[in-house]
């Protein structure tokens, strides 16, 4: 099975812009969560969705927003960027059903300049 | 407030010892936890996972141990090999995974030959 796959890898963006990232999971999986990774903060949870339903969210502000379409294809945004959103962006997958195991992709870097 | 704790942000061993990362969590409601492994500009891989109704779980050359009571877990490594050295997170989850992972900060581990 191929594994998660993250669109684009890189990308630099400027203060004030947004962006949309993208994921693909793992065939068969409907579950998909993001991530953020930065030196200071580590890795936190930012949403998960499940067969098209935000099913929850981690502590970050309004700016962040997600979707995920009928193909379990799912979406990431940050509007109004700032200096701070600067990280990684990792999307991970799992498979429906009672499954705690989640599989990442190789991540977005994004740099706000 | 951070739930998970990794103390030791870098480990040296040599090779064919034996590795010990250790992880400390404060959330009682945590019922899963599990260690991934990450090498630079890549995501996380999932390593092994243990229930919170087990002390011990192993797979081939990793070894997880839960202590409920002391609320820690211990990841081993046996024996280390150099592509082991990269950075390994311990995670959390509760509720069916639903809550998202929650992670420690990692901790890097270096083989020595």
């Known amino acids: 099975k191929a594994g998660v796959t993250q669109t684009p890898r890189y990308l630099i963006k400027t203060r004030g812009q947004q962006v949309t990232l993208s994921c693909s999971p793992i065939?068969?999986?409907?579950?998909v969560s993001w991530y953020q990774q930065t030196p200071g903060q580590g890795l936190q949870f930012l949403f998960e969705?499940?067969?098209?339903?935000?099913?929850n969210k981690g502590n970050f502000p309004g700016r962040f927003s997600g979707r995920q379409f009928s193909n379990s294809r799912s979406e990431m945004n940050v509007s109004t960027l700032e200096l701070g959103d600067s990280a990684l962006y990792l999307c991970?997958?799992?498979?429906?059903?009672?499954?705690?195991?989640?599989?990442f992709g190789p991540g977005t870097r994004l740099t706000v300049t | 407030d951070q739930q998970v704790k990794q103390n030791s942000p870098s480990l040296s061993v040599q090779e064919g010892r034996i590795s010990i990362l250790n992880c400390d969590y404060t959330?009682?409601?945590?019922?899963?936890f599990l260690w991934y492994k990450k090498y630079p500009a890549e995501g996380p891989t999932f390593l092994i996972s243990?229930?919170?109704?087990?002390d011990k779980n192993e797979d081939g050359r990793f070894t997880v141990f839960l202590n409920k009571s002391a609320k820690h877990l211990s990841l081993h490594i046996v024996p280390s090999q150099p592509g082991d050295s990269a950075v390994y997170f311990c995670?959390?989850?509760?509720?069916?995974?639903?809550?998202?992972?929650?992670f420690g900060k990692g901790t890097h581990l270096i083989i020595q030959p």
């Open positions: 065939s068969g999986h409907r579950s």
């Open positions: 969705y499940f067969s098209e339903t935000q099913r």
């Open positions: 991970a997958s799992r498979g429906s059903g009672f499954s705690y195991e989640q599989y």
């Open positions: 959330n009682s409601m945590f019922d899963y």
């Open positions: 995670a959390a989850s509760r509720g069916g995974g639903a809550d998202g992972l929650t």
């Open positions: 243990i229930s919170s109704i087990k």
